[in-house]
């Protein structure tokens, strides 16, 4: 089913702000309740240094404080997973002979997109409310965000329901001009979730390279 956006509401530049951070703390107070989390997601990664466009699509779950796992359906077999340790990438759709493994602690920094936005968004982002739209029929509050200091990104977009004060869709520009759009459905949380969820064992005859 196609993404269909429907602007409802535009507020005032007066006060944006102000509301853009109320919005955004409420958010991070609630996700700090969750113990797992997991939900479809569709990607789209545009390249616009090479001029193309990536899509995928598969299953992401979340277990604090620094498990992660994206596991692509399409393109069937690629994943990322951050074990608590390393990160682990496996993209068979490109080369299914070279596994990467990234070392070091807090390794989901980089995946972790509702702990990379919403924590001390008031300190670590300039942030403007740009109203409410409609996704798919779902209530959201849009906000525009730029870092105050380097982040790893030049600025995003996020959509929050307003019901579940949940990160639905969001768009995150790099400092290389690309644009990664995630949109996630039948979010689900507090799931007893396996270990197995968040390991990776590289396939046999694979070369695993050390980063």
């Known amino acids: 089913m196609p993404l269909v956006l429907s602007q409802v509401i535009v507020g005032t530049s007066s006060g944006q702000d102000s509301q ?3 919005v955004l ?3 991070s107070k609630n996700y700090a309740q969750v113990h797992t989390f997991c939900a479809q997601f569709h990607q789209v990664i545009e390249v616009t240094l090479l001029n193309q466009v990536r899509s995928g699509h598969g299953r992401m779950c979340q ?6 796992a994206m596991r ?5 077999g690629d994943l990322i997973v951050v074990d608590g340790e390393s990160v682990w990438t496996f993209y068979p759709s490109v080369d299914d002979q070279q596994v990467l493994m990234f070392s070091g602690l807090n390794s989901d920094d980089r995946f972790n997109f509702y702990k990379n936005l919403l924590t001390d968004p008031r300190t670590r982002f300039k942030a403007v409310y740009r109203g409410i739209e409609e996704i798919d029929s779902q209530r959201t509050h849009r906000i525009f965000m730029e870092p ?14 307003l019901d579940t004060q949940l990160i639905v869709n969001l768009e995150v520009l790099d400092f290389n001009e ?26 046999e005859g694979t070369r695993v390279i050390i980063r």
């Not at 277990?63 to 992660?68: K, Q, S, T, W």
């Open 63 to 68: 277990r604090p404080p620094n498990e992660f």
């Open 25 to 27: 703390e409420g958010a």
């Open 20 to 22: 853009a951070y109320d």
């Open 148 to 161: 105050k200091e380097p982040q790893g990104f030049r600025s995003a977009i996020i959509w929050i329901d």
């Open 72 to 76: 692509f359906s399409e393109p069937l």
């Open 178 to 203: 690309s644009v990664r759009k995630i949109r996630l459905t039948d979010i689900r949380l507090n799931m007893e979730l396996e270990d197995e969820e968040f390991r990776f064992v590289p396939p």
